[in-house]
């Protein structure tokens, strides 16, 4: 069924589709609910458990080790070919359970951000989730949204919106609402529908949706975007490399050390099966997983602090920020806005009391007494609070419900303060014409007819109205908005009277209504978390776009700034561009408050604090913030945002709260302490045994292990360690260290440094622990290599609490902080000693148990490691190493 719904007008459309402009009747809404399922795409496929299993075994190394089963196979090793076997399975086994740990988080994040609708159902405005959407519902649009359906407008106002997703076409699409009386094929040129999945950029329009979920435009190609974000982050790719090199190197030396076995005499399948071993032991083949595994961690941890990851890199960004630029209505203030102060054009100040958006409340002349609706200019005022708004605000039998702009239902709740309701204000009122509020224009305005006159409302940032405004008005308002601004008050200026025509170009000069103080509450949390940033050496500034005083009041409560040398306005900015573009960026320091700036220079603001070499984060919530989230290091929306900042952003913070920003930052940094920590291990370990045999061959020594003991060595030590280090959960001490330098990279000198020192020394003591017990004491070589195996495994188990923490003292690292790390390690632990009282694996592997006595030198022996990186942790807290 294609109905060519833009041939129709929208009369005929909503007739077709069983609606009218009161929307549908809620009983309608649930039988199509039922008719049409929910509005929504179907979910992109889900790899299964058995694709991510059998995708383990994808791997080059993988293969070497079948081959190895099957040659020793035939080599008449059956026991060996089972043991490679199974140990190939059981790796396969854990790497399948992180992987799928991993994809499921992704997909649990995937659905956390949901999309709102603003529908008319039964004659009242209501905000849904997209999802419950039906065809026949009159949907609203407006700047910033996601077209939720497919809508053939019905009304439209000024409304742009960009189809790039949908039509390939970039530049953004003027819509209107008369029916089209040709066949139009392209979508682009269907200019009198909106569709599912495509973007407003400005205005405003209400049309009714004529196709939901699978049955839109954008259903119709889902399948072919479906796959598109599984993209891995720079991080990861960068690993995956660096682990191909050091495979490749691994192989290099193995084939030299082969060489050198070959030279002493080594039978030509024993150098194979042995080399095999040792490649699989030194390559960190479980580093890619296990990093994932890391960041698949941090995000799930992050979302539980209310941080949702959209993009993963974000997450290793976070911890090397210097900057966070903020916004501060509704960020660092909770946007919770209520008119506490009125003054009348003649200058009498009115008190408004009450709390959130209701009724409850009283207005109140000086001398205490509630002012009357007959007080002179008190309803205008009013009146012009009413009609120039976008928002909605009614008692029903559950209680006061609102829709819109927290600022259009604050002055809503004037009009019920007041003793009548909004509804009061537009009898015998004919709007003609609504000019939607736009941030980058500060105003909104309403064209209307009254008694056959026509006349115009507007409402806005002050300095906007004041130019419209007779210059004896404009003092009167400059001065009390300086004296309510200083309060830390939102100021709002209201102004209209008659016009000649319904066009902003050419409006006569109009007369004030009055003023409007709001004051919106700080977050309680957000001085505490400015200061944390701070000690953390990130630099918070606030971007608003609200009046210098009063973004500089609310910057004072907050720590945020302390002198008036601190606040920026746009109009100064826009000054130094003008006569000095080129120090631009210079004049940026040392400011924190950037006042009454545009959209536009929020984004050069970024910019410029970029060139300051700033790693800059900056949030966003408008739809004209996207340039300035896409300029960003990290761009952050708000999970009220609109949708256009989501999509562009690479964090939604769901609160909206500046500390969720601070907690974001801090479990950032975690993440990546702890990517670095498993690299850090998996790296250390590899190397020691690679070079304790390599050492073993070149002095002529009996081979420490023989290769199924190598792979067992590989399983015990590194197999489940990797991904208990990713589950340490972090010491709030990171947020008293100055940032990461973005630029330095995971290899810098401590890791260098920890890995060579830790390596040569654990292949040093058991280089000569193996020395003492085959030419000293000639043991016997089963036992030795027994004796050997257990002095290497606890070695590297504790090697791995060492891991921890790259600086902080293993001692000061509670294990409360890591349970499963350290369940990981007491397993593999208990395991290696059972292996050699368990028939089938003591006899393959040749392990015999430990004599208590030998325990007694092993334990202190291994423990000496703990002693190495503890020295060298301290001598770098003291500074004595770098
Ligand atoms: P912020 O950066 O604090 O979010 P906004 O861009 O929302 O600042 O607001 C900037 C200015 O625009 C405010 O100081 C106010 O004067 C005006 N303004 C804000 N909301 C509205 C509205 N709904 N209608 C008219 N004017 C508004
Ligand atoms: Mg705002």
């Not at 008369?178 to 999945?197: C, K, P, T, W």
């Not at 911890?319 to 008119?339: F, H, N, R």
């Not at 224009?441 to 906007?464: D, H, I, P, T």
């Amino acid at each position: 069924m294609l109905t060519p719904w833009y041939k129709f007008t929208p009369e005929e459309t909503m007739k077709q589709l069983g609606s009218s402009p009161e929307g549908l009747r809620m009983q309608e809404v649930a039988i199509r609910q039922q008719q049409y399922g929910l509005n929504k795409l179907p979910e992109p496929k889900r790899k299964t458990l058995l694709q991510i299993f059998l995708g383990q075994f994808l791997s080059p190394l993988i293969y070497v080790l079948i081959a190895a089963a099957v040659i020793s196979l035939f080599a008449g090793t059956a026991g060996d070919a089972a043991f490679i076997m199974s140990i190939i399975v059981i790796n396969a086994l854990l790497g399948t359970w992180q992987e799928s740990k991993a994809e499921y988080n992704a997909s649990a994040l995937r659905n956390m951000v949901r999309v709102r609708a603003r529908v008319r159902r039964a004659g009242q405005m209501v905000e849904i989730d997209a999802q419950e959407l039906v065809p026949g519902d009159v949907v609203l649009l407006e700047s910033g949204m996601k077209v939720p359906c497919d809508v053939r407008l019905a009304q439209v106002n000024e409304l742009t919106v960009e189809e790039a997703l949908l039509t390939g076409e970039s530049l953004p699409v003027m819509k209107q609402e008369a029916a089209l009386s040709h066949e139009v094929q392209s979508l682009g040129d269907r200019v009198n529908m909106a569709f599912a999945a495509t973007t407003v950029l400005k205005g405003r329009a209400w049309g009714v949706a004529t196709s939901t979920g699978i049955q839109t435009e954008m259903g119709k190609i889902a399948d072919s975007l479906a796959s598109s974000y599984a993209e891995r982050p720079p991080l990861l790719q960068r690993m995956d490399r660096f682990a191909s090199t050091i495979s490749k190197v691994v192989l290099v030396v193995c084939v030299l050390l082969g060489g050198i076995g070959w030279w002493r005499g080594m039978e030509v399948m024993e150098i194979f099966l042995f080399m095999i071993a040792v490649a699989v032991s030194a390559i960190p083949e479980g580093l890619p997983v296990a990093l994932t595994v890391v960041l698949s961690i941090g995000t799930s941890r992050m979302a539980k602090r209310n941080v949702i990851v959209r993009r993963l890199p974000a997450v290793e960004g976070l911890g090397s920020c210097t900057m966070i630029a903020s916004d501060k209505t509704g960020t660092l203030t909770m946007d919770q806005q209520s008119v506490q102060a009125l003054v009348l054009p003649d200058g009498q100040h009115l008190d408004v009391t009450g709390q959130g958006y209701n009724g409850s409340g009283q207005i109140s002349t000086s001398t205490g007494s509630p002012a009357a609706l007959t007080l002179p200019h008190f309803q205008p005022l009013l009146q012009a609070a009413v009609l120039c708004n976008e928002a909605s605000l009614q008692l029903t039998a559950s209680g006061w419900e609102y829709t819109g702009d927290p600022v259009d239902v604050a002055l809503l709740a004037l009009a019920y303060k007041a003793g009548v309701s909004p509804a009061y204000f537009l009898t015998g009122v004919e709007v003609e014409k609504m000019v939607p509020y736009e941030s980058e224009n500060k105003f909104s305005g309403v064209f209307y007819r009254q008694q056959g006159e026509l006349c115009f409302w507007m409402k806005g940032a002050v300095e906007v109205i004041a130019e419209k405004l007779p210059p004896a008005q404009q003092g009167l308002l400059f001065q009390k908005t300086e004296a309510l601004a200083k309060m830390g008050f939102r100021v709002i200026a209201l102004a209209g009277g008659p016009v000649r025509e319904v066009h902003l170009e050419g409006l006569p000069e109009l007369s004030l209504a009055g003023i409007i103080g709001l004051i919106d509450p700080l977050r309680e949390e957000a001085k505490a978390a400015v200061q944390e940033c701070q000690a953390a050496g990130i630099e918070v500034a606030m971007v608003t776009g609200d009046h210098p005083e009063t973004a500089f009041a609310i910057a004072r409560q907050l720590g945020l700034a302390q002198t008036a040398q601190e606040v920026i306005s746009g109009k100064e900015l826009a000054q130094i561009q003008e006569q000095q573009p080129a120090s631009f960026a210079q004049m940026l320091k040392g400011k924190h408050v950037f006042a009454r700036v545009t959209p536009l220079q929020k984004k050069e603001i970024v910019e410029a604090l970029k060139e300051n070499g700033h790693f800059v984060a900056v949030t966003g919530d408008g739809a004209n913030d996207a340039p300035a989230l896409k300029a960003a290091h990290i761009g952050i929306a708000m999970g009220s945002g609109t949708d256009l900042a989501k999509d562009t952003a690479s964090l939604i913070i769901t609160d909206n709260n500046f500390a969720s920003i601070t907690a974001g930052v801090e479990e950032g940094r975690f993440t990546y302490n702890n990517l670095r920590n498993i690299i850090y291990m998996l790296l250390s370990t590899g190397a020691a045994e690679l070079l304790l045999i390599a050492c073993t061959l070149i002095l002529g020594l009996e081979l420490p292990f023989i290769a199924v003991q190598l792979l067992w060595l590989n399983l015990v030590t590194n197999g489940i360690q990797d991904v208990g280090l990713a589950f340490e959960k972090g010491d709030a001490s990171v947020m008293k260290l100055p940032p990461r330098k973005p630029e330095e990279g995971i290899f810098n000198q401590l890791m260098i440094k920890q890995l060579l020192l830790s390596a040569v020394f654990i292949a040093g003591i058991t280089l000569v622990v193996w020395y003492i017990l085959t030419e000293v004491n000639h043991l016997e070589m089963a036992h030795a290599r027994s004796t050997l195996m257990m002095l290497m495994v606890l070695l590297q188990n504790f090697h791995v609490l060492n891991c921890r923490s790259e600086t902080k003292s293993l001692f000061k690292t509670p294990l409360r902080n890591n349970y499963l790390l350290v369940a990981g390690i007491l397993t593999s632990q208990l395991l290696h000693i059972a292996a050699s009282y368990i028939p089938f694996l003591a006899t393959t592997l040749q392990l015999e148990p430990i004599y208590f006595e030998e325990w007694l030198k092993l334990v202190p022996t291994a423990m000496i490691i703990f002693v190495v990186m503890e020295v060298f942790k301290w001598l770098r807290r003291q500074r004595v190493l770098s």
